[in-house]
Nanobody
Framework: QPQLVESGGGLVQPGGSLRLSCAAS????????IGWFRQVPGKEREGVSC????????SYVDSVKGRFTISRDNAKNTVSLVMNSLKPEDTAVYYC????????????????????WGQGTQVTVSS
C-alpha cells in the first residue's frame, strides 16, 4: 500500500527555518518524482517544489526560489524540504506527493499529475 507521511511542521517566527520530511513506503520510490504542495483554506493547492526520481532536477515556484531547498535520499525513501527566511505568507498545510515518472531527469509541479498524497503537515509563520 503506497504511503507518504509528512513531518516537521510547526510554528515559527518570520525569518525562521523549518525542515519538512516526507517518508515513503509501498512503491518503488526511485521511479517516482516527488512534489511538495501547500494549501491555505479557501485557496487552491499550490505546487511549491518538485524533484526528479534521481534528484538531479528540481523546480520551485517563484515565491520560494532562493529560500526553499528540496532534496531526496533514495536509500532511505525520504524527501526533505528545507525552508529558510520564512514569511507569514508561507503559512499553509504542506503536502508531499509522488508521481511515477518515465523520465528520470524531470519533474512537474502540476498536482493533477500526482497519484499518491500524504496527509499534510501544518506550517505556521507568525510572531
Amino acid at each position: 500500500q503506497p504511503q507518504l507521511v509528512e513531518s516537521g511542521g510547526g510554528l515559527v517566527q518570520p525569518g525562521g527555518s523549518l525542515r519538512l520530511s516526507c517518508a515513503a513506503s509501498g512503491f518503488n520510490f526511485d521511479r517516482y518524482s516527488i512534489g511538495w504542495f501547500r494549501q491555505v483554506p479557501g485557496k487552491e493547492r499550490e505546487g511549491v517544489s518538485c524533484i526528479s526520481p534521481t534528484g538531479g532536477y528540481t523546480s520551485y515556484v517563484d515565491s520560494v526560489k532562493g529560500r526553499f531547498t528540496i532534496s531526496r535520499d533514495n536509500a532511505k525513501n525520504t524527501v526533505s524540504l528545507v525552508m529558510n527566511s520564512l514569511k507569514p505568507e508561507d503559512t499553509a498545510v504542506y503536502y508531499c506527493a509522488a508521481r511515477f515518472s518515465l523520465s528520470s531527469g524531470s519533474c512537474t509541479r502540476t498536482q493533477s499529475a500526482f497519484a499518491y498524497w500524504g496527509q499534510g503537515t501544518q506550517v505556521t509563520v507568525s510572531s
